[in-house]
């Protein structure tokens, strides 16, 4: 007896639930070939994504998500085509994108101490501390200088 096996396949909704992209991304991605053509339902003509496409848009997400632009996303794919000839293209986009991510979460703990100074000042302020109150105001003007600098 041989066991039959069924590929899960998915509709556009459930492809946009589980990568993230909304449908109009993924119909956008497609268009302009950051993605593949997907195959078609012979008799409906909708869009039917299989594991592998669905493993291939949850990456393409990821990039998304990291901020990638779409034209660096469309090198990404078009080098990924090219397999380890094209390791140092892929290295060097991925690099920046690392990069600009490790500022990116720079900014971010600034901003989290920023908001921690806040917090602190009107518990200060609030306790009647103009001392402490007037210390972490310079701080939070500091923060706000470091901010200002870094765009």
């Known amino acids: 007896m041989t066991a039959t096996t069924t590929k899960h396949t998915y509709t556009i909704k459930e492809a946009a639930a589980l990568s993230g992209l909304p449908a109009s991304t993924l119909r956008y991605y497609e268009s302009i070939d950051v993605i ?9 003509k909708h869009r039917v994504y299989t594991e592998a496409d669905m493993n291939f848009l949850i990456g393409v997400a990821c990039l998304s998500a990291t901020g990638m ?8 794919v078009e080098n990924g085509k090219l ?14 994108r690392a990069d600009r991510l490790a500022e990116e979460a720079r900014l971010v703990k600034i901003r989290q101490h920023y908001v921690k100074i806040k917090i602190d000042y009107w518990h200060a302020a609030a306790a ?18 470091q901010l200002k600098s870094a765009k």
């Open 83 to 96: 397999g380890t000839a094209a390791a140092e293209q892929q290295i060097a986009l991925l690099s920046e």
């Open 128 to 145: 009647g501390d103009v001392v402490e109150a007037e210390r972490l105001a310079a701080e939070a003007r500091s923060l706000v200088k």
């Open 36 to 44: 593949a053509p997907v195959g078609r339902d012979e008799s409906s």
């Open 69 to 76: 632009s779409v034209s660096d996303m469309r090198r990404y």
